[in-house]
């Protein structure tokens, strides 16, 4: 969002001696390179939370074994389902979960550039999916339209979003 670019591990190496308390980081970025290095950095010294749902596959076969995203909250058990498969050797059943994330993601991002971010898209994913009203996203946030909300919803039964990220 910032567009300030540089290394995480770069980072975390310079800083450790300026901030006693320093324990990790939550990595957003798409560098599988740079996030796997700061799980490295100093013997394994430092906590990477990683913070891009949809990849989140290709960095639990590196290490990189927690997560703070958003589509945890209406996606979690696929994402349950996607490290047990990983535990258990199946990697068929679990690129099938990141590959349904992946399509909810793809979605979401469709509608969220048209409200300025994805918590535009977020919001009303997880109403759909709980029922529940959580209101409107702050400023500069849009709400999506009535009309957009119901295109939301089909591209996401078009999917089978609403059967595949139950439990189970």
Same mark, same amino acid.
């Given at each position: 969002?910032?567009?300030?670019?540089? @290394?995480? &591990?770069?980072? $975390?190496?310079?800083?450790?001696?300026? %901030?006693?308390?320093? !324990? #990790?980081?939550? /990595?957003?970025?798409?560098?599988?390179?740079?996030?796997?290095?700061?799980?490295?950095?100093?013997?394994?010294?430092?906590?990477?939370?990683?913070? @891009?749902? &949809?990849?989140? $596959?290709?960095?639990?076969?590196?290490? %990189?074994?927690?997560? !703070? #995203?958003?589509? /945890?909250?209406?996606?979690?058990?696929?994402?349950?389902?996607?490290?047990?498969?990983?535990?258990?050797?199946?990697?068929?059943?679990?690129?099938?979960?990141?590959?349904?994330?992946?399509?909810?993601?793809?979605?979401?991002?469709?509608?969220?550039?048209?409200?300025?971010?994805?918590?535009?898209?977020?919001?009303?994913?997880?109403?759909?999916?709980?029922?529940?009203?959580?209101?409107?996203?702050?400023?500069?946030?849009?709400?999506?339209?009535?009309?957009?909300?119901?295109?939301?919803?089909?591209?996401?039964?078009?999917?089978?979003?609403?059967?595949?990220?139950?439990?189970?």
């Amino acid at each position: 969002m910032t567009g300030v670019d540089f @290394s995480m &591990e770069e980072f $975390l190496l310079a800083a450790k001696d300026c %901030i006693p308390t320093l !324990v #990790g980081v939550k /990595y957003s970025g798409r560098d599988i390179y740079d996030a796997t290095q700061c799980v490295l950095a100093e013997g394994g010294r430092f906590h990477v939370l990683y913070g @891009s749902d &949809e990849i989140s $596959l290709a960095t639990l076969v590196l290490g %990189i074994t927690d997560y !703070v #995203g958003s589509t /945890y909250n209406f996606m979690g058990h696929a994402y349950h389902r996607m490290r047990a498969a990983v535990k258990e050797g199946r990697l068929k059943d679990a690129q099938c979960e990141i590959y349904r994330s992946q399509s909810t993601v793809k979605i979401m991002f469709k509608y969220g550039a048209l409200v300025y971010n994805n918590i535009g898209a977020l919001k009303p994913i997880m109403e759909l999916k709980s029922g529940l009203n959580l209101g409107a996203p702050r400023l500069p946030t849009k709400a999506i339209s009535s009309e957009e909300r119901q295109q939301l919803k089909q591209e996401l039964q078009g999917i089978g979003f609403f059967e595949w990220s139950k439990s189970g």
